[in-house]
């Protein structure tokens, strides 16, 4: 996702760690690493000289409070400087509504309608989408497949080129539903005519929302579009779409610096679920190594069901290797393994891109393993004995080897677990993410 | 498209301009007094060494530029550059070649500045740009069907790009034939269809969820059968960073084996581009690039660094929504375009 100005960043930091006093010499450097990271990731050139200014500004002048070290200063501007230019976390607010897509053509806005249709029915709210893109060829057909995996109504009349029309007729179709939201066609800011387009669009429609929608790769030219999108119909939240790409991302920071709103949902895939909100705290955190828990939290929060894992019984210590296969369940529930470590604080340590498919084609191979246990051998684990390792071997057509290793693995695991009961802090919670990385 | 850029560069040239005369005058205080006018054909003594350089000296009066002459203007240029989205790296290339072209130039007193920064300017970027695609005359000289494979990652205009494609070359005289590549992405069919209808060209198509390989294989072999001059095949969005989309696609190329891959990005794309362009050609190779939404950019930075990053030239550009709004893409005439042609 963001590893790449991540690494930037970090590495710029790295370089604060050992001194003691701020030097000019080093805040420069370090303002000139990141510079050339926030530059790399498109972050428009007149924002980040304004972040430099003030960064550099504020590390000479301000005193570090007693007991923080310079590195720890000078991250905790950097830090506050990039939330200021995140903005406000823009609101999701659950109730009727209704959404106008706005955005640039191939941005995503078509995937990004039916993710968001999913997200409030997810949510409990009666949803309906209008197709309104009456000029791409497929664009109705393309949404109503979408529809159809999910069951929202969808809205559209293909062959029509009259958008008033159909949003008119969508309003008045769709009028039982509590969130209503309205694709519209790419368009860019230089057309004249699609723009006035939306702007009676919006005005049809009377949309409580209007976002736009921002691909993650979109560079330098971010800013004068999302103005002119802005001055059209007051866009009050921007949407980043392709972050599962290598791109950064930083073209929607100068969008929302550009609109004054806030970043409201990240789309990171191609499946309909891949939608995450946002939160700008935890964003930079990403940035900055320092992981994203309340992210993590709030993912855990929604797939994991309390009897999936009893985290009391874990804290007490009895954890069993049932324990450790429902987890990993818990885990494969909660999306690519790489997806969930990105959200892990795991203290600025680097994990090599191939680490993240060996490791979760090694967690499907300890499950198999362990579908050829006993119960007994589930429950306690201490009995199996070398016999026992090759019945289970040969049960799951795996070697006595991986069932060593599986179990090698287990133990890790427990005394990783009674480590965070003893301790309870965020220490030990780190300690055992860099257990689970030497795996 | 450019427009932004090319302001901005001639303010740049001028600025240049500037500080190669100002360091010029500086130079040319000290050196006035020796004009010791030595005759030109001295008879060769002592090796042509020591006689060359008096002759250089004395005949062209010449300037030496250094760094720091010009380093304030080239630290503008950076930013420039920038501001209009050529990546970080193509950036420094550039600025790399104007540096190392400038400074230690021994430019004759009195030819003239703006020719010399102008020379520099245009060497520098067209060295970057490389050569354009002539497709036309590709197809000309290979066998038939050509087979022409799209790829790139999602939303960047692989299917539009197709369509029109396929009208030019049409209106060119060919024929030809469009294989409907994008199985996964719900509507690409239907939209592949529509644009192929209005086109006036045929094209082959599966289910949704079909494998995209058969279903460009197919396409060949129709070609073949109907000798039909061109095979259009898209492909479905894929990011880089996706393993098994990538071998997925590799498997295309091993199957419909084509004669050229296009690789097509869209001319907003910032920084990433670079990565992206990489990474393609690295898995499945890449012959000829397309860059479209040209018309909703008055920068043009991402050309400069695909380019720039793969080495392989564009082809063309697309411009706007209808069938026609794509154009071929000739280096020259941008490099004038941008540098200007009278400086």
Request: aromatic share 4%; charged share 25%; net charge neutral.
């Amino acid at each position: 996702m963001l590893d790449r100005l991540g690494s930037g960043l970090k590495d710029a930091l790295k370089k604060l760690a050992g001194k003691t006093v701020i030097d000019k010499v080093a805040v420069d450097e370090l303002v000139r690493d990141l510079q050339r990271a926030l530059l790399q990731a498109d972050v428009n050139v007149k924002l980040v000289m304004a972040l430099s200014q003030s960064i550099k500004k504020r590390a000479l002048e301000e005193e570090p409070p007693k007991g923080m070290g310079v590195r720890e200063h000078v991250l905790r501007i950097v830090y506050e400087e990039l939330v200021s230019l995140m903005g406000q976390s823009a609101e999701v607010h659950l109730g009727p509504q209704t959404i106008l897509m706005a955005g640039l053509q191939g941005s995503g806005k078509t995937t990004t309608t039916a993710k968001l249709a999913r997200y409030f029915q997810r949510k409990g709210l009666r949803t309906g989408v209008i197709c309104a893109d009456i000029f791409r060829p497929g664009a109705y057909d393309q949404l109503l497949h979408l529809c159809r995996q999910i069951n929202i109504p969808c809205y559209g009349e293909p062959g029509v080129t009259d958008a008033d029309q159909i949003v008119k007729n969508g309003l008045a179709e769709l009028a039982g539903n509590e969130v209503i939201i309205i694709d519209t066609q790419g368009r860019h800011a230089l057309e004249d005519n699609l723009i006035d387009e939306i702007v009676r669009l919006n005005v049809i429609s009377k949309a409580t929302h209007r976002w736009l929608v921002i691909d993650a790769a979109l560079g330098q030219q971010a800013r004068d579009q999302a103005r002119r999108f802005h001055e059209a119909i007051s866009i009050d939240g921007v949407l980043i779409t392709k972050m599962d790409g290598t791109a950064k991302g930083g073209g929607a920071l100068s969008a929302v610096s550009e609109t004054k709103s806030g970043i409201v949902f990240i789309g990171s895939g191609e499946t309909i679920e891949d939608l995450e909100r946002f939160d700008p705290n935890g964003f930079i955190s990403r940035l900055l190594g320092m992981g994203d828990l309340k992210a993590l939290v709030e993912r855990a929060g929604e797939v994991i069901t309390d009897e999936d894992v009893d985290v009391n019984a874990m804290l007490r210590g009895k954890f069993t290797l049932r324990d450790m296969y429902k987890q990993m369940e818990a885990v494969k529930k909660m999306g690519p393994l790489k997806q969930v470590l990105g959200m892990l604080p795991l203290g600025g340590m680097e994990i090599p891109q191939d680490a993240f498919d060996v490791t979760g084609q090694k967690m499907e191979r300890y499950r198999f393993v362990m579908d050829s246990m006993t119960p007994a051998e589930l429950d306690n684990p201490s009995i199996i004995s070398g016999s026992r390792i090759h019945r289970i071997a040969l049960g799951a057509g795996s070697t006595p080897e991986e069932v060593r290793e599986l179990l090698k693995y287990y133990k890790k695991m427990q005394r990783a677990l009674k480590g965070m009961r003893g301790g309870g802090g965020k220490f030990n919670m780190q300690r055992m993410m860099k257990k689970f990385g030497g795996m | 498209m450019f427009d932004s850029l090319r302001d901005r560069l001639q303010g740049v040239q001028q600025k240049l301009g500037l500080s190669i005369k100002k360091a010029e005058e500086m130079a040319s205080e000290p050196s006035a007094p020796v004009k010791t006018p030595t005759p030109e054909k001295t008879p060769k003594k002592s090796g042509g060494k020591l006689v060359d350089k008096v002759k250089v000296f004395v005949r062209d009066r010449e300037l030496v530029l250094t760094e720091k002459d010009i380093a304030d203007s080239l630290e503008e240029l950076e930013l420039i550059l920038l501001e209009n989205d050529v990546a970080l790296s193509a950036v420094d290339a550039i600025v790399g070649t104007i540096r190392h072209d400038l400074t230690g130039t021994h430019r004759k007193i009195g030819s003239s500045i703006d020719a010399v920064v102008e020379k520099t300017l245009k060497h520098a970027l067209r060295d970057v740009l490389g050569e354009g695609f002539d497709l036309t005359g590709y197809i000309d000289s290979h066998d038939r069907p050509v087979r022409v494979l799209f790829t790139g990652v999602n939303g960047t205009g692989k299917t539009t790009t197709v369509a029109k494609v396929a009208a030019y070359l049409k209106e060119h005289g060919y024929s030809v034939v469009i294989g409907s590549g994008d199985t996964f992405r719900a509507g690409a069919n239907e939209q592949m269809k529509t644009h192929a209808d209005r086109v006036g060209v045929k094209v082959i198509r599966h289910q949704h969820g079909a494998d995209p390989s058969a279903v460009l294989f197919d396409a060949v072999e129709y070609a073949r059968a109907h000798k039909i001059d061109v095979v259009l095949a898209d492909t479905a969005g894929r990011f880089h960073n996706r393993a098994n989309l990538m071998n997925q696609l590799e498997k295309i190329r091993r199957v419909m084996k084509p004669d050229l891959v296009v690789y097509v990005d869209e001319a907003v794309a910032g920084n990433d581009a670079v990565i992206r362009a990489d990474e393609f050609n690295a898995a499945v190779g890449t012959d000829a690039v397309v860059l479209t939404k040209a018309d909703m950019d008055t920068k043009g930075g991402a050309a400069i660094s695909i380019v720039h990053t793969i080495g392989k030239p564009i082809m063309f550009l697309g411009v706007g929504q209808g069938y026609g709004d794509i154009i071929p893409f000739s280096p020259d005439r941008i490099v004038d375009d941008l540098v200007g042609e009278s400086g």
